[in-house]
């Protein structure tokens, strides 16, 4: 299999030749090993470019921002580590589709996207996924240092696209939602994050049916909400959507955990499986985990729930079900569930606690998963008003890749690549992933747990 490599400015570009691209893409059709629910199928830039990212610049060459603007499929492979200071919105349209920004691949503490200072035609949200398709974005941390009089800061938002993969982000301080849906946005996961401390006093954890077109599929899955007032989720969508709610934590809401409205045409149908909702030091004494709302309803819902734990201390109570939302439960899935290993919500507890959010973990998401506390045991957590420090990094060196196909030299052969070969799309069965896609599933893995190649 040969390969052309092309160079523009500090960027490597790596295309495979049309024959090995449409047998890599056709080798592998989850986004990455081991994906899974409704946004599995995206491909982001799977058989595409291989883009280095260099520095932590808002702009320019080298820079995220250069690789998430450039067209075709792209993989964003960061060669450095640190926190990259936005000067407005980073966005993915349409004619940017098939991306993937592959946050494992920094060194030392990672990469945090942050803005400070608002952009003068509002533009704060950090990261935007809009009018677009076949997007992945793993092991990034999104924190906005912007005070809570700037209205409509959203961490991430997906908007009128489809097949996304959120996994491993670590998202906290937005004056909007952590992470948002909005409008036609289907075929998404949002997987493995963490979404803390949205800002009082519009303290949103995520919105998942805003202002829909059509039905959607949705999978929100293994993700931790901390210390965020209500939306936790909120969900609002026309009749024979497939929306589910998976293995997740909801932890230390203040007023409102689960929010299901049903102001489309049909009734919004979703599916709770599996999570666990634990009061916090800011819970109020009594509050309901899944609680349907009457306002400018169209529809009556369908509301799945199973496997559902809640736990509070003595003081404060966690009702699973409002009395006035059981006229709405069903007694299976409106749609047959995409996820179909569902772990008891027990065992999701220590998934979440132990493998949620972007790795290596910074001090601000250790800090959290110490703030749950034990599974049945107290915890801690507080409502936050301001946005607290993004803690210094450690930059790093990042790993050896002379033949420039976005592996780390020293481990291709685990992957039956070749080192000196640019081979990230060649595969080692017809049926398997290409070498580049098992390379990052690895590099996550690895990142997990605390180790980095040279």
Not at 58 to 68: E, F, K, Q, T, V
Not at 307 to 312: D, E, H, K, S
Not at 432 to 454: K, V
């Amino acid at each position: 299999m040969r390969l052309a490599a092309t160079y523009l400015v500090t960027f490597t570009f790596i295309w495979l030749e049309a024959v090995g691209f449409t047998q890599a893409a056709n080798a592998a059709s989850d986004a990455f090993p081991g994906a899974e629910g409704y946004g599995k199928s995206a491909q982001g830039g799977r058989g595409g470019a291989i883009i280095a990212v260099t520095n932590l610049e808002d702009s320019g060459p080298g820079s995220l921002r250069a690789c998430i603007e450039a067209a075709g499929p792209r993989n964003c492979v960061f060669r450095v580590g640190g926190t990259i200071k936005l000067k407005r919105t980073l966005i993915v349209r349409s004619e940017n589709a098939l991306v993937s920004i592959l946050g494992q691949t920094a060194p030392g503490g990672g990469i945090v996207l942050t803005i400070e200072r608002p952009d003068k035609k509002g533009k704060n949200t950090l990261l935007g996924i809009k009018g677009t398709n076949d997007v992945i974005v793993r092991h990034i941390r999104i924190r906005p240092q912007l005070p809570n009089t700037v209205k409509n800061v959203d961490g991430l938002v997906i908007e009128n696209s489809q097949r996304v993969y959120v996994d491993h982000v670590s998202v906290s301080w937005a004056t909007d939602e952590n992470i948002s849906t909005h409008a036609d946005a289907t075929e998404v996961t949002i997987a493995n994050s963490i979404l803390a401390e949205g800002l009082n006093k519009h303290s949103k954890c995520t919105l998942l049916g805003s202002d829909p077109r059509a039905p959607q599929k949705l999978t929100f899955l293994r993700n931790l909400c901390l210390s965020n007032n209500d939306r936790n989720p909120d969900n609002n969508h026309y009749g024979q959507s497939c929306i589910e709610i998976v293995n997740n934590v909801f932890f230390n809401a203040r007023s409102e955990w689960a929010e299901i409205f049903s102001q489309f045409p049909g009734g919004t149908p979703i599916a709770y499986a599996g999570n666990y909702f634990k009061a916090g030091p800011s819970t109020n004494d009594l509050t309901y985990a899944i609680r349907s709302k009457d306002a400018a309803m169209v529809a009556e819902p369908q509301i799945y729930q199973e496997g559902n734990v809640t736990w509070a201390p003595p003081s404060k109570t966690i009702v699973t079900v409002a009395p006035d939302t059981e006229r709405f439960l069903v007694s299976s899935p409106p749609c047959a569930l995409s996820v179909t290993a569902i772990a008891p919500a027990a065992k999701a507890y220590h998934d979440v606690r132990t493998r949620s959010g972007a790795f290596p973990r910074d001090s601000l998401d250790r800090g959290w998963a110490n703030d749950m506390g034990p599974e049945g045991e107290k915890g801690d957590g507080k409502m936050v008003s301001e946005p607290g420090q993004i803690p210094s990094m450690d930059t790093g060196a990042a790993y050896r890749d002379d033949d420039q196909d976005g592996m780390a030299d020293s481990v291709e052969a685990r992957f039956a690549a070749k080192p000196g070969v640019n081979d990230a799309w060649a595969v080692t069965t017809p049926d398997g992933p290409a070498h580049f896609d098992e390379f990052m599933e690895w590099l996550s893995e690895e990142r997990i747990a605390g180790r980095y190649p040279q």
